[in-house]
Each structure stands twice: as structure tokens, then as C-alpha cells.
């Protein structure tokens, strides 16, 4: 008998002896030696922060674990941009989150090349700060994985200065209530969504967003706009809803707004818009607002044809004569019932209680 055989009977043997295996509770020596062959299993906790970085090594920023093991940072309460530099520069167990917050904060004004460390993210939200500047290689670690963008209610003059084209799978750009002065000349083939609200552009040129061209929504609310150049939009062919709402306008030339993707939608409302020129949109399909402006008649060249497409107009807050210029609405309620039941007339009489015999007997 060679060594490991004598020293596997041996095991048994013990085995045997230490419990007792005499009688009826006797256990088989193949009993003992499969008892031997079990794995032992030894179960020792992860600490309760993985897969965050230790919580001392990123103070002031709290790490938080989603559902689906996904980490968002919320570094809302750094003292400078030295400070989230260096926090970043520690060894982390993973550095891949979902989001990193940054909110409220008066300290933060640039965010340097760098900064972030090899942290990469799928959504930035830094708003309500001081930053007024983003440096190129701010973000270079989340060029694959950057999805959504909210720099909101900061103090930026222009653009993030990097090459958003790096940015393959970024669709949701937001930049509202900052300092820009001038319409961004921004280049993007996967951006969809772009929220610039509360920016004094005055102006938009024309073909202004020739290079996003995946746009489907974009708003332009409180931004000051005075006029809008022919074929501003002309080249978007996915656009499907525009909101310049509570801006400055005045008229809408020909040409001006060009809707082609579904569901179109245009808001025009709380302008200052008197005339709307024939063909001056096109492919709106769903809703447009022109609620509270300076409109005293319904062309019917211009309107109509919106509305015998199924569109629903809201026409509320304009001081409509309510002369013959309405008679084509007032007297087909399939039309008048897509204007709600709010439109009024200068002097107050809601369109729904005008007599239609009268645009009949007057306006024939």
C-alpha cells in the first residue's frame, strides 16, 4: 500500500473514532471520505460601500449604489476645483458611474482638463453653480459612455470648448439660464435633445443648427430673440418640435420653422407676433401655441389648413377683432372645437358663444 493510501485510511479511521461509528450509528468509511472531499465554505462580507470608493478617501462627495450596482457621486459640497481633483485622483474599486451631481455651489468656476480623474459617466449634472468654464479634456474619460449633459443656471459665456463629435452616444444637451450671447455653433451627430432657454441670443442665424443633424427637439424660451433668419431649421430633417416661447417676436417670415419628423409641435407662445405669413412653418402635425401675442386676425390661408390636418391650436390671450377674418372658424365647430374653448375676442366674447348666423348673414 503506497503513502496516500495509508494516509487516506488513516483520515477515515479518525473519522470513524471521532464520531463514533459503532453499531447503528456507525457511518461508512465511503461516508467519511466523501465527508473529507466537501469544500469548506467560508464566507466573509465585502464592506457595506463597494462598489463605491471608500467614503473618508472622497469626503466631501457621497457615493451612492443604484438597484442595478450603478454609482452616482454627488460632490455638490466640494471647497474648489483642487479639492474634486484630487478626490478623483485616488485609487477607486471601479470607475464607472451612472451620474455625477454637483449643485448649489459657489466654489466651483472651472472645470480643468483632467479633473475628473479616469472617472467616466453617463450623466453630468452641474447646476446652479459658478462655473463659467469647461476646459477640452474635462470629460476625455467619458467620451464612450456620456449620454445626458445639464449644465443649468451656471455663469458659461459659450459652448464647452471640447469636440462634442467625441461624444458618440451624448443625445440630451442642456445649458439653460446661463450667459450666452451668441447662438452656439455646436457639431453633433447623436445629439436629439437641446434645451438653451434663458440665454440673450437676440438672433438666430440661419441654418443655426445645420450641425446636430439628429436634432428632434429644441428650446429657445426667454431668450430675447427678436427675429428668426429664413430656414433657421431648414436642415434638420429629424426635428419635431420647436419652443421659442416668451421671446421677442414680432412676425414670422416665410420659411422661418420647418418641422419633418413626427408629432410636430411648435410654441410660439407670450411673443409679441402680430403676422404670421403663409407658409412661414411647415410640418406641424400635433400642437402649436401662439397663446398671448399681438394676433387680431385668423388668416385663413395661413390657419386652416392646420387645422382641417387635425392640428390643435391654442389661440388664447390675442386680441382678435373677431370681424370677418374669423367666419371660416366661427361657422364649421368641427374647426372651431381644435381651438378649445378659450380663444376670446378683444371685448371679452369667447369664439364658442359667437353667433355663426351673423358671419353667415354678414361675411357672405
Same mark, same amino acid.
Given at each position: 500500500?503506497?503513502?496516500? /493510501?495509508?494516509?487516506?485510511?488513516?483520515?477515515?479511521?479518525?473519522?470513524?473514532?471521532?464520531?463514533?461509528?459503532?453499531?447503528?450509528?456507525?457511518?461508512?468509511?465511503?461516508?467519511?471520505?466523501?465527508?473529507?472531499?466537501?469544500?469548506?465554505?467560508?464566507?466573509?462580507?465585502?464592506?457595506?460601500?463597494?462598489? =463605491?470608493?471608500?467614503?473618508? *478617501?472622497? *469626503?466631501? =462627495?457621497?457615493?451612492?449604489?443604484?438597484?442595478?450596482?450603478?454609482? +452616482?457621486? *454627488? =460632490?455638490?459640497?466640494?471647497?474648489?476645483?483642487?479639492? #474634486?481633483?484630487?478626490?478623483?485622483?485616488?485609487?477607486?474599486? @471601479?470607475?464607472? @458611474?451612472?451620474?455625477?451631481?454637483?449643485?448649489?455651489?459657489?466654489?466651483?468656476?472651472? #472645470?480643468?482638463?483632467?479633473?475628473?480623474?479616469?472617472?467616466? @459617466?453617463?450623466?453630468?449634472?452641474?447646476?446652479?453653480?459658478?462655473?463659467?468654464?469647461?476646459?477640452?479634456?474635462?470629460?476625455?474619460? /467619458?467620451?464612450?459612455?456620456?449620454? /445626458?449633459?445639464?449644465?443649468?443656471?451656471?455663469?458659461?459665456?459659450?459652448?464647452?470648448?471640447?469636440?462634442?463629435?467625441?461624444?458618440?452616444?451624448?443625445?440630451?444637451?442642456?445649458?439653460?439660464?446661463?450667459?450666452?450671447?451668441?447662438?452656439?455653433?455646436?457639431?453633433?451627430?447623436?445629439?436629439?435633445?437641446?434645451?438653451? *432657454?434663458?440665454? +440673450?441670443?437676440?438672433?438666430?442665424?440661419?441654418?443655426?443648427?445645420?450641425?446636430?443633424?439628429?436634432?428632434?427637439?429644441? /428650446? #429657445?424660451?426667454?431668450?430675447?430673440?427678436?427675429? #428668426?433668419?429664413?430656414?433657421?431649421?431648414?436642415?434638420?430633417?429629424?426635428?419635431?418640435?420647436?419652443?421659442?416661447?416668451?421671446?421677442?417676436?414680432?412676425?414670422?417670415?416665410?420659411?422661418?420653422?420647418?418641422?419633418?419628423?413626427?408629432?410636430?409641435?411648435?410654441?410660439?407662445?407670450?411673443?409679441?407676433?402680430?403676422?404670421?405669413?403663409?407658409?412661414?412653418?411647415?410640418?406641424?402635425?400635433?400642437?402649436?401655441?401662439?397663446?398671448?401675442?399681438?394676433?387680431?386676425?385668423?388668416?385663413?390661408?395661413?390657419?386652416?389648413?392646420?387645422?382641417?390636418?387635425?392640428?390643435?391650436?391654442?389661440?388664447?390671450?390675442?386680441?382678435?377683432?373677431?370681424? =370677418?377674418?374669423?367666419?371660416?372658424?366661427?361657422?364649421?365647430?368641427?374647426?372651431?372645437?381644435?381651438?378649445?374653448?378659450?380663444?376670446?375676442?378683444?371685448?371679452?366674447?369667447? @369664439?364658442?358663444?359667437?353667433?355663426?348666423?351673423?358671419?353667415?348673414?354678414?361675411?357672405?
Amino acid at each position: 500500500m503506497n503513502i496516500i /493510501s495509508v494516509s487516506y485510511l488513516f483520515a477515515v479511521q479518525v473519522l470513524v473514532h471521532f464520531w463514533g461509528v459503532a453499531g447503528t450509528s456507525a457511518v461508512s468509511s465511503g461516508s467519511a471520505l466523501r465527508a473529507l472531499q466537501q469544500p469548506i465554505h467560508t464566507h466573509i462580507e465585502a464592506p457595506d460601500y463597494i462598489p =463605491c470608493p471608500y467614503p473618508s *478617501d472622497i *469626503d466631501p =462627495c457621497e457615493c451612492t449604489v443604484n438597484e442595478d450596482y450603478s454609482m +452616482d457621486m *454627488d =460632490c455638490s459640497h466640494i471647497q474648489s476645483e483642487e479639492e #474634486l481633483r484630487h478626490i478623483f485622483s485616488q485609487k477607486f474599486p @471601479f470607475y464607472k @458611474f451612472q451620474k455625477l451631481i454637483i449643485k448649489n455651489n459657489e466654489h466651483l468656476r472651472v #472645470l480643468g482638463g483632467g479633473v475628473l480623474g479616469n472617472a467616466s @459617466f453617463a450623466e453630468i449634472n452641474i447646476n446652479n453653480c459658478s462655473l463659467n468654464e469647461i476646459e477640452v479634456n474635462a470629460l476625455e474619460h /467619458s467620451q464612450a459612455t456620456l449620454e /445626458s449633459l445639464r449644465l443649468n443656471d451656471n455663469k458659461l459665456w459659450s459652448s464647452p470648448s471640447f469636440d462634442f463629435t467625441l461624444f458618440p452616444r451624448l443625445s440630451y444637451l442642456s445649458v439653460q439660464r446661463n450667459s450666452f450671447t451668441v447662438f452656439p455653433e455646436l457639431i453633433s451627430y447623436s445629439l436629439r435633445t437641446l434645451f438653451l *432657454d434663458g440665454n +440673450d441670443f437676440e438672433h438666430i442665424p440661419s441654418e443655426a443648427t445645420k450641425g446636430l443633424p439628429s436634432l428632434e427637439i429644441i /428650446s #429657445l424660451q426667454h431668450c430675447s430673440i427678436t427675429e #428668426l433668419s429664413s430656414e433657421s431649421f431648414s436642415t434638420n430633417i429629424l426635428l419635431s418640435a420647436v419652443n421659442l416661447g416668451f421671446n421677442n417676436l414680432t412676425h414670422l417670415p416665410s420659411g422661418a420653422i420647418q418641422l419633418s419628423g413626427p408629432n410636430g409641435q411648435l410654441g410660439l407662445q407670450n411673443n409679441k407676433i402680430s403676422h404670421i405669413a403663409k407658409d412661414s412653418f411647415s410640418g406641424v402635425t400635433l400642437v402649436m401655441d401662439i397663446t398671448d401675442n399681438y394676433l387680431e386676425e385668423l388668416d385663413e390661408a395661413v390657419w386652416r389648413p392646420l387645422l382641417e390636418d387635425g392640428v390643435f391650436l391654442t389661440l388664447e390671450g390675442n386680441p382678435f377683432i373677431c370681424g =370677418c377674418d374669423i367666419a371660416w372658424l366661427i361657422v364649421n365647430r368641427t374647426l372651431l372645437g381644435r381651438v378649445g374653448d378659450k380663444p376670446t375676442c378683444h371685448g371679452g366674447e369667447a @369664439f364658442f358663444d359667437l353667433d355663426p348666423s351673423i358671419y353667415e348673414a354678414l361675411c357672405s
